[in-house]
């Protein structure tokens, strides 16, 4: 009933920007706070940030607070991360969410929709 695609991945060195796109369809009616996770290979996959609806308040998880900007163009049905001040550790599979709740959620059960994904590689 929603759906969510990736975009904006890639291969930038230590130091580099990168902006991630999520294109939400669908019942999108039924989307309200947004979020941004992320799995390497044998980890689960971890919370980065997140936004409500419509669109005032964010949170961002430690390792990427002040580096990451989460928000959204309600009127394209989008979500963005900007990434700024890549590190290796940044490298992963990165994954767009959507909740059906309107607040701050952090956690990978409170969201109800998942992307597919999109790789974000960070050379030293």
């Known amino acids: 009933q929603v759906q969510l695609v990736e975009s904006g991945g890639g291969l930038v060195q230590t130091g580099g920007s990168l902006r991630l796109s999520c294109a939400a369809s669908g019942r999108t009616f039924s989307v309200y706070a947004m979020g941004w996770f992320r799995q390497t290979p044998g980890k689960e996959r971890e919370f980065v940030a997140t936004i409500t609806w419509p669109g005032g308040s964010t949170y961002y998880s430690d390792s990427v607070k002040g580096r990451f900007t989460i928000s959204r163009d309600n009127a394209k049905n989008t979500v963005y991360l900007q990434m700024n001040s890549l590190k290796p550790e940044d490298t992963a599979v990165y994954f767009c969410?959507?909740?059906?709740?309107?607040?701050?959620?952090?956690?990978?059960?409170?969201?109800?929709?998942w992307g597919q994904g999109t790789q974000v590689t960070v050379s030293p």
């Open positions: 969410a959507a909740s059906r709740m309107n607040a701050i959620v952090i956690r990978r059960n409170g969201y109800d929709y």
